[in-house]
């Protein structure tokens, strides 16, 4: 029980900073597309995701090509869910910022479900 309350609190530390690479990083290419903004800005918190939560927070000691394909396949599947709930909410009107918002929380529950449960499953 302790390790897991650990493991989660480390998740959500890795999750805010990969939320904040992806906020900080979208809103400093707010001069381009905002759907390609939002694209290659959830690219770059996913990188980071996954070497913090890899190293820090699962502590696996798998080499990464082990781990980075199922990483990936998780990561293609919320992105594409992620700039999709982003573009709908977009066109419904919505501020930027709330389709960020609810984009990014979607991917956050997502990915930790499949982090926890498949990409590192074994190295608890």
């Not at 992806?22 to 996913?46: E, R, T």
Request: overall charge positive.
């Amino acid at each position: 029980m302790k390790k897991n309350i650990s493991e989660g609190l480390k998740y959500l530390g890795v999750g805010m900073g990969a939320v904040g690479i992806d906020f900080v990083s979208y809103m400093l290419m707010s001069g381009i597309d905002p759907s390609i903004a939002k694209g290659l800005s959830y690219i770059l918190g996913a990188c980071f995701a996954f070497f913090a939560n890899k190293y820090w927070t699962f502590q696996s000691k798998h080499a990464v090509h082990r781990e980075v394909w199922k990483f990936a396949v998780l990561y293609i599947l919320t992105f594409s869910a992620n700039v999709g709930i982003h573009a709908v909410l977009l066109n419904l009107g919505m501020h930027k910022l709330v389709g960020f918002t609810f984009a990014t929380g979607f991917s956050i529950v997502v990915n930790y479900i499949g982090q926890k449960f498949w990409v590192f499953k074994g190295q608890r």
